[in-house]
């Protein structure tokens, strides 16, 4: 499974985004689905996760009410809309899938960062203040 993100850029506070993750060589329809972010000198942190089904999600508290994470199976792709952007959200964004397929997790799984087994390549996303 590849995937490529994309929709990165550099942006003005206050301003909105969306990112997109294209998967290739395997479907994203029956799998969990996540975005990660990171800061020069800093981790990989969780941003947001969807379910296999889309009808659940998850997110970052610093990201709550602000980013929306969604997929469109038929498309193959997952995205990321981000809207009130700040300077504290510059960073490159990773899209990532388990491995699994069908399966159901406890939440706490889902901001897990070992427990997705494919990454994409990242996308930068500057916000200028």
Same mark, same amino acid.
Do not use: H
């Given at each position: ?7 990165? &850029?550099?942006?003005?506070? /206050? @301003? ?9 060589? @395997?479907?994203?329809?029956?799998? =969990?689905? /996540?975005?990660?972010?990171? $800061?020069?000198?800093? !981790?990989? !942190?969780?941003?947001? $996760?969807?379910?296999?089904? /889309?009808?659940?999600?998850?997110? $970052?508290?610093? =990201? ?16 990321? %809309? ?9 960073? *490159?964004?990773?899209? $990532?899938?388990?491995?699994? =397929? &069908? ?16 990454? /994409?390549?990242?996308? %930068? =996303?500057? *916000?200028?203040?």
């Amino acid at each position: 499974v590849q995937l490529q993100a994309s929709g990165g &850029g550099l942006v003005q506070e /206050g @301003g909105s985004l969306r990112l997109s993750c294209l998967a290739s060589g @395997g479907t994203i329809s029956r799998s =969990v689905m /996540g975005w990660f972010r990171q $800061a020069p000198g800093k !981790e990989r !942190e969780f941003v947001a $996760a969807i379910s296999w089904s /889309g009808g659940t999600t998850y997110y $970052a508290d610093s =990201v709550k009410g602000r980013f929306t994470i969604s997929k469109d199976d038929a498309k193959n792709t997952l995205y990321l %809309q981000m809207n009130t952007l700040k300077p504290e959200d510059s960073a *490159v964004y990773f899209c $990532a899938r388990d491995r699994a =397929v &069908g399966r159901t997790y406890t939440a706490n799984y889902y901001y897990t960062r070992g427990m997705y087994d494919y990454w /994409g390549q990242g996308t %930068q =996303v500057t *916000v200028s203040s």
